[in-house]
C-alpha cells in the first residue's frame, strides 16, 4: 500500500483548499466503546502526514471532552488544519438514548464560547449547527451564526442534517460552506433534493458514516452482539437483530468489488462515496472516523481508487434493499422532515 498524499477539494465557494477526506474524531473519546487516547493521537498525526486537514468534532461529543482531547493536536499544528466543530445537541449522560436540540442565540453564543476554551484556539474554522430545531426559523439562527463570523470568532459556517429547503433559507442569510449528513452505500436519502440544492448553491457535502459506522467494512455483523454496551451503533435499528442480518446479505457486491481491486470493503465504501463529486457535480468530503492509524492508512488509500460504470451499477441497488432506519427516532434527520 503507497502512503501519498492524498487530492484536495474546496470547502464552499471560497474556503480553503482542504484534504478531499476529513477524519471523523468522535470515537476517540465517545460512542464507540473503548477508546485508545495513544492510538487516536498517532491517528491524528498520521492522517495529517497524508494530506487530511479536516478535522470533525462537535461539543456533544463526551460533553465537550471530545474537543479537550483534539485540543493539543491543534494547537501544534494550528496553520496545518481546518477545525470543524458544532452546537446545538446535548446528549444527557444518564440518558444516552435522549436528544436536547436548541437552536437559540444565547444558547448558540454560549456554545461557542465553551468550545473556543476547550479547543484552546481564538477562531474555529467550519462551525455547523449539529440538529435542526424546529421551533426556531432558520433563518433566525444563522443570522446568530453570521455575526460569529463578522466578530471573528468562526470563519466559516456549516449546517448539519438540513433539508433542502432549510438549506435554501439559510443560504439566503449568510453563504454555507458545507453540509453535513449521513451518506454512505446504505444512506442515501439526501440525493433527492439535499445534494442538487447544495450543487446550485455551491455548497460543499461533508458525509459522515461513509463506512456505515463500520457496518459496511464487514467488522461487526450484530451491534446487540458483537459490541460493547456502551457502544452507540446497538441504539440503532439498521445494524441489530433481523435488520443486521438482512444487511450483512447486502455487502456481497461490495465483496466481489473489493475482489477485483484486491481492496478492503471500507475502501470500496469510501471509493463510492468519494465518487458521488463526480457522479453530482460538487465537492465531496467524506470524515471516516477512525482511532488507529493503520485505518487512516486504509482509508486515505480510498481516494485512489475510482470504480467503473460496472462496478458503480453492481453497487447501486444496495440502499433500497437496507432493513432499519439510521436512527430509531428520525425527526432528527433530514429525511424525517423531507
Same mark, same amino acid.
Request: overall charge negative.
Given at each position: 500500500?503507497?502512503?501519498?498524499?492524498?487530492?484536495?477539494?474546496?470547502?464552499?465557494?471560497?474556503?480553503?483548499?482542504?484534504?478531499?477526506?476529513?477524519?471523523?474524531?468522535?470515537? *476517540?473519546?465517545?460512542?464507540?466503546?473503548?477508546? $485508545?487516547?495513544?492510538?487516536?493521537?498517532?491517528?491524528?498525526?498520521?492522517?495529517?502526514?497524508?494530506?487530511?486537514?479536516?478535522?470533525?468534532?462537535?461539543?456533544?461529543?463526551?460533553?465537550?471532552?471530545?474537543?479537550?482531547?483534539?485540543?493539543?493536536?491543534?494547537?501544534?499544528?494550528? $496553520?496545518?488544519?481546518?477545525?470543524?466543530?458544532?452546537?446545538?445537541?446535548? &446528549?444527557?449522560?444518564?440518558?444516552?438514548?435522549?436528544?436536547?436540540?436548541?437552536? $437559540?442565540?444565547?444558547?448558540?453564543?454560549?456554545?461557542?464560547?465553551?468550545?473556543?476554551?476547550?479547543?484552546?484556539?481564538?477562531?474555529?474554522?467550519?462551525?455547523?449547527?449539529?440538529?435542526?430545531?424546529?421551533?426556531?426559523?432558520?433563518?433566525?439562527?444563522?443570522?446568530? *451564526?453570521?455575526?460569529?463570523?463578522?466578530?471573528?470568532?468562526?470563519?466559516?459556517?456549516?449546517?448539519?442534517?438540513?433539508?433542502?429547503?432549510?438549506?435554501?433559507?439559510?443560504?439566503?442569510?449568510?453563504?454555507?460552506?458545507?453540509?453535513?449528513?449521513?451518506?454512505?452505500?446504505?444512506?442515501?436519502?439526501?440525493?433527492?433534493?439535499?445534494?442538487?440544492?447544495?450543487?446550485?448553491?455551491?455548497?460543499?457535502?461533508?458525509? /459522515?458514516?461513509?463506512?456505515?459506522?463500520?457496518?459496511?467494512?464487514?467488522?461487526?455483523?450484530?451491534?446487540?452482539?458483537?459490541?460493547?454496551?456502551?457502544?452507540?451503533?446497538?441504539?440503532?435499528?439498521?445494524?441489530?437483530?433481523?435488520?443486521?442480518?438482512?444487511?450483512?446479505?447486502?455487502?456481497?457486491?461490495?465483496?466481489?468489488?473489493?475482489?477485483?481491486?484486491?481492496?478492503?470493503?471500507?475502501? &470500496?465504501?469510501?471509493?463510492?462515496?468519494?465518487?458521488?463529486?463526480?457522479?453530482?457535480?460538487?465537492?465531496?468530503?467524506?470524515?471516516?472516523?477512525?482511532?488507529?492509524?493503520?485505518?487512516?492508512?486504509?482509508?486515505?488509500?480510498?481516494?485512489?481508487?475510482?470504480?467503473?460504470?460496472?462496478?458503480?451499477?453492481?453497487?447501486?441497488?444496495?440502499?433500497?434493499?437496507?432493513?432499519?432506519?439510521? /436512527?430509531? $427516532?428520525?425527526?432528527?434527520?433530514?429525511?424525517?422532515?423531507?
Amino acid at each position: 500500500m503507497t502512503h501519498s498524499t492524498i487530492p484536495t477539494a474546496r470547502l464552499g465557494e471560497n474556503g480553503p483548499e482542504i484534504g478531499v477526506q476529513g477524519l471523523g474524531c468522535m470515537g *476517540m473519546s465517545f460512542a464507540y466503546g473503548p477508546t $485508545d487516547a495513544d492510538a487516536s493521537r498517532a491517528a491524528l498525526e498520521r492522517a495529517l502526514e497524508l494530506g487530511v486537514t479536516l478535522y470533525d468534532t462537535a461539543d456533544a461529543y463526551g460533553a465537550g471532552e471530545n474537543e479537550k482531547f483534539l485540543s493539543p493536536f491543534f494547537r501544534a499544528h494550528r $496553520d496545518e488544519v481546518v477545525i470543524a466543530t458544532k452546537f446545538a445537541l446535548t &446528549i444527557p449522560p444518564e440518558d444516552p438514548s435522549r436528544r436536547i436540540i436548541r437552536n $437559540d442565540a444565547p444558547y448558540i453564543r454560549e456554545a461557542v464560547e465553551a468550545s473556543l476554551r476547550r479547543l484552546d484556539v481564538d477562531v474555529i474554522d467550519l462551525y455547523y449547527m449539529h440538529r435542526r430545531d424546529v421551533n426556531v426559523p432558520i433563518e433566525d439562527t444563522v443570522a446568530v *451564526m453570521a455575526e460569529l463570523v463578522r466578530e471573528g470568532k468562526v470563519k466559516q459556517l456549516g449546517l448539519s442534517e438540513v433539508t433542502a429547503t432549510e438549506l435554501r433559507a439559510a443560504q439566503g442569510v449568510h453563504p454555507i460552506a458545507a453540509v453535513q449528513s449521513e451518506w454512505s452505500l446504505f444512506s442515501r436519502d439526501i440525493e433527492a433534493q439535499v445534494v442538487p440544492a447544495a450543487r446550485e448553491l455551491g455548497v460543499s457535502l461533508v458525509p /459522515y458514516s461513509p463506512l456505515g459506522r463500520g457496518f459496511l467494512t464487514g467488522s461487526f455483523a450484530d451491534a446487540a452482539t458483537d459490541l460493547t454496551a456502551d457502544d452507540f451503533r446497538r441504539q440503532q435499528p439498521r445494524y441489530t437483530g433481523e435488520n443486521a442480518a438482512a444487511n450483512a446479505a447486502l455487502l456481497e457486491p461490495v465483496r466481489t468489488v473489493a475482489e477485483a481491486h484486491g481492496a478492503s470493503l471500507g475502501q &470500496i465504501a469510501l471509493a463510492w462515496v468519494q465518487q458521488r463529486s463526480t457522479v453530482h457535480g460538487l465537492p465531496v468530503i467524506p470524515i471516516p472516523g477512525t482511532s488507529k492509524p493503520g485505518r487512516v492508512e486504509e482509508n486515505t488509500a480510498a481516494t485512489r481508487i475510482v470504480l467503473s460504470d460496472e462496478e458503480l451499477d453492481l453497487l447501486e441497488p444496495i440502499s433500497a434493499k437496507v432493513a432499519g432506519d439510521r /436512527y430509531a $427516532d428520525m425527526r432528527f434527520a433530514s429525511a424525517g422532515r423531507e
